[in-house]
């Protein structure tokens, strides 16, 4: 304890900030695997570590700690090449935007979207018609909407039956609801997923790319399975299979609907402020 409190004593303003760009740095790394497989992974690790320098510690185990302390310094170079698929998805999601800078995407309407979503997931699973149908949230996907065929329309049952079609020119790629709640592109090229631990082993191109694009961003994806006619959402490089009708509305509901918890942006409390502060302003010269 005293040596914990004549350490702190010495502590001058540039320790503190080199401990705060350290805090930062371990909390950004938490923050692009966070929800992935890796975190179990580290904290399996962390925790073998922790007891054998406990261990190493108490015992005064020469040799073991030498170990530990050279194993570590190749640990840290392990970790960009074992981790890469979450790391690049971190850092991708970084690029496309800061969680604080995103466009916030407007969720009234959205209630109808996942009933038009639903009505036509039914029939298209019914039919064994093959599906991916992409709603944008608040990561940029202009990318992915440029690699489709561009349609500005609302999103319609029928008209997504007849997009996913099969042998109809825009059935093959997925279709993209974009930020206002429209359809912005079909035929859309979604990156695939990276990632070794698939759900299934046997998962088909349609999957991978939808769980791919939850990976890559925050937008949500509905998959109509052509083989068996399966309903699924892929969501934050998750998979929540076999979804009927009943459950994909409420699943859909949480992560899409308007009554989803919405993240407060810069940009959204920026407007915000902005608004109020006009009508002050306004109010006060009237
Ligand atoms: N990168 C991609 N982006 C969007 N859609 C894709 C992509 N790659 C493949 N697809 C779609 O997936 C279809 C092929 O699906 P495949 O049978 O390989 O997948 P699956 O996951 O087994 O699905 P299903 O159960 O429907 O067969 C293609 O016809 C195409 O429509």
Known sequence: MDQLIAIINTLTPTDLLDIF???LLFYGASFLFR????????RGVMT??????????IFQLQALTWLLTNGLAVFAVAIPVIFQPELRRGLEQLGRGSRLLRRSSPVSGRDEIIAEIVRASEKLSERRHGALIV???????????????????KVKADLLLT???????????AVIVGYDGRIASAAAVLP???SRNLPHPKMGMRHRAALGMSESSDAVCVVVSEETGRIAIMNNGR?????????LRTVLGALYGSNEPQRTTLRG??????????????????
């Not at 929800?35 to 580290?42: M, P, S």
């Not at 922790?50 to 261990?55: E, T």
């Open 35 to 42: 929800g992935t497989q890796a975190v179990v992974l580290l």
């Open 163 to 173: 997009i996913f079609w099969p042998k109809t020119e825009l059935h093959d790629g």
């Open 21 to 23: 760009f350290v805090t």
């Open 135 to 153: 709603l944008q949230k608040n990561t940029q996907l202009d990318d992915y909407i440029r690699t489709g065929t561009q349609i500005d329309s």
């Open 239 to 247: 998979m929540i299979p076999r979804l009927d009708p009943e459950r």
């Open 48 to 57: 073998v570590v922790i007891v054998l320098i406990l261990v190493a510690g």
């Open 192 to 194: 695939l997923t990276a």
């Open 269 to 286: 409390w920026l407007a915000e402020r902005w608004a109020s502060l006009s009508q002050q302003l306004q109010e006060s010269r009237t």
